[in-house]
Antibody
Framework: EVQLVESGGGLVKPGGSLRLSCAASGFTFSNAWMSWVRQAPGKGLEWVGRIKSKTDGGTTDYAAPVKGRFTISRDDSKNTLYLQMNSLKTDDTAVYYC????????????WGQGTLVTVSS | EIVLTQSPGTLSLSPGERATLSCRASQSVSSSSLAWYQQKPGQAPRLLIYGASSRATGIPDRFSGSGSGTDFTLTISRLEPADCAVYYCQQYGSSPPTFGQGTKVEIK
């Protein structure tokens, strides 16, 4: 059974940083393409970014609102996905979901339960 | 980027009725790369339909998707109380992937 467990959310001040983690199990993580999707309170879904598997190049892509501020990385030895968030803004307040992708497509298959990030002074 | 517009905003129906949800794209979605997700209150979204009409693993055949180009439909036949949720469409034919704003299905 695929399991994705996010952690690291919390309250942070505008301009601050936070790193989210996603522990994966139930599938071969090193072969997986992974993504982060966020949802502001009471709002819809917004793609944050993607990372390919290392065998497929390991490259990353980001949505325009977070490009240059957020970084996605992975540690295949720990089956863990990360999202480093810098220069946080109040608009970044959301539940952040870790999601598996179908290779070569931005189709979101399995979702974690999410972790809440609140950016507020 | 492709903008997806879902209608109606809220659908209120009785158990056993058929629900028809619409998703319209601002430009053609390539290769029918259109998915539908279900999100119940307090839960993460769940993939229902991909490729416009293919059901994801474990999804009952009461859920069906159709459409191509710019107009897509999710149909839930024989509504059950457990179908109470917000349903989102998403296109993945071009980057960035985008979601519709959601349709809330209420059961009377």
């Amino acid at each position: 059974e695929v399991q994705l467990v996010e952690s690291g959310g919390g309250l942070v001040k505008p301009g601050g940083s936070l790193r989210l983690s996603c522990a994966a199990s139930g599938f071969t993580f090193s072969n997986a393409w992974m993504s982060w999707v966020r949802q502001a309170p009471g709002k819809g879904l917004e793609w944050v970014g993607r990372i390919k598997s290392k065998t497929d190049g390991g490259t990353t892509d980001y949505a325009a609102p977070v490009k240059g501020r957020f970084t996605i990385s992975r540690d295949d030895s720990k089956n863990t996905l990360y999202l480093q968030m810098n220069s946080l803004k109040t608009d970044d307040t959301a539940v952040y979901y870790c999601v598996t992708l179908r290779k070569w497509e931005l189709l979101f298959f399995y979702w974690g339960q999410g972790t809440l990030v609140t950016v507020s002074s | 980027e492709i903008v997806l517009t879902q209608s109606p905003g809220t659908l209120s129906l009785s158990p056993g009725e058929r629900a028809t949800l619409s998703c319209r794209a601002s430009q053609s979605v390539s290769s029918s790369s259109l998915a539908w997700y279900q999100q119940k209150p307090g839960q993460a979204p769940r993939l229902l339909i991909y490729g416009a009409s293919s059901r994801a693993t474990g999804i009952p055949d009461r859920f069906s998707g159709s459409g191509s180009g710019t107009d897509f439909t999710l149909t839930i036949s024989r509504l059950e109380p457990a179908d109470c949720a917000v349903y989102y469409c998403q296109q993945y034919g071009s980057s960035p992937p985008t979601f519709g704003q959601g349709t809330k299905v209420e059961i009377k």
